[in-house]
């Protein structure tokens, strides 16, 4: 292989890595999609459930509903939901969740969060 080619490879592959980098920090604060909503609401019912209550009024960790969030600061929230409280049981979420879904749910915490859909068998 010439070095010429080489060198053209290497350029083209960075070009790639650097568009690919910018489509995933704008696909990271992106909206969920439908499908993904359901699949959200179903995590933070059954998972986020366990701890704060399966009606999210409580329980090991406290209710999340409008009233215990008001006036905490928001960027405080969604970190605790990307990176956990390190030294409680609040696990980091971030592994599974980008950060516009960690947005998302959010939104929905403090507007009422919706029950899960029927799912269809």
């Given at each position: ?81 990307l990176h ?38």
């Amino acid at each position: 292989m010439s070095p010429h080619l080489f060198d053209r490879i290497i350029r083209i592959g960075a070009v790639g890595a650097l568009l690919l980098g910018f489509w995933q920090a704008s696909d990271a604060s992106a909206a969920p999609s439908a499908e993904r909503v359901d699949a959200l609401i179903h995590l933070v019912r059954q998972d986020c459930g366990s701890c704060h209550g399966m009606q999210l009024t409580g329980g090991l960790g406290p209710a999340l509903n409008a009233g215990t969030l008001a006036n905490r600061p928001r960027e405080a929230m969604l970190a605790t939901i990307l990176h956990g409280r390190p030294g409680t049981p609040m696990p980091p979420w971030a592994p599974f969740l980008t950060e516009g879904e960690a947005d998302w749910i959010l939104d929905q915490l403090i507007n009422g969060f919706p029950q899960e859909l029927a799912r269809a068998h």
